[in-house]
T-cell receptor, first 113, second 115 residues
């Protein structure tokens, strides 16, 4: 009963480094999402995907890239990490049906120093 | 304009009392869904309750109920018989069909249950 799995759970990066946050879901959801949550704030959508091979920008896409080669996986890549990208990152997935909620991973806590 | 507005940054409630967390939404779509999520201090996002725009009755899930007032575009979460474990952030979200079933989240309300 894995649901949405995010790795790693914690990471510290130096300014200018790059990394990929992994997200996998085993519920055969076609919609997947990446959010960031800054301390004490709500969720901001970074990128989303409505199916394999299809991705689109959300509210705050600058500094990030995504790909969706399979239904299950939706990695988020940070290029040239900056302190402003220090945040908690959540991956979520859902069916495309209107009444279906998003299922969230446990989050990745990322610090850029 | 904000799609989802939560005007209460923080709320306090006495244990065993009921509490209402406010949520108003903005949409011109006829077909949409409203969701509430709980985020405890451990950080995970937990789905609580759903209300569809065409549902005539208010949704209920255990101690959670949704006070849905369509004309006022409000979808308030009511928690009855509050417990200490209810202390958390609560987020209201909307999904509307005319934007490709995208989700929109409010800024959240922090609820503290006082023993």
């Amino acid at each position: 009963n894995a649901g949405v799995t995010q790795t790693p759970k914690f990471r510290i990066l130096k300014i200018g480094q790059s990394m990929t946050l992994q997200c996998a879901q085993d519920m055969n959801h076609n919609y997947m999402y990446w959010y960031r949550q800054d301390p004490g704030m709500g969720l901001k959508l970074i990128y989303y995907s409505v199916g394999a091979g299809i991705t689109d920008k959300g509210e705050v896409p600058n500094g990030y890239n995504v790909s969706r080669s399979t239904t299950e996986d939706f990695p988020l890549r940070l290029e040239l990490a900056a302190p402003s990208q220090t945040s908690v990152y959540f991956c979520a997935s859902s069916y495309q049906v209107l009444n279906q909620p998003q299922h969230f991973g446990d989050g990745t806590r990322l610090s850029i120093l | 304009a904000q799609k989802i507005t939560q005007t209460q940054p923080g709320m306090f409630v006495q244990e065993k009392e009921a509490v209402t967390l406010d949520c108003t939404y903005d949409t011109s779509d006829q077909s949409y869904g409203l969701f509430w999520y709980k985020q405890p201090s451990s950080g995970e996002m937990i789905f609580l309750i759903y209300q569809g725009s065409y549902d005539e009755q208010n949704a209920t899930e255990g101690r959670y109920s949704l006070n849905f007032q369509k004309a006022r575009k409000s979808a308030n979460l009511v928690i009855s018989a509050s417990q200490l474990g209810d202390s958390a952030m609560y987020f209201c979200a909307m999904r509307e069909s005319n934007t490709g079933n995208q989700f929109y989240f409010g800024t959240g309300t922090s609820l503290t249950v006082i023993p």
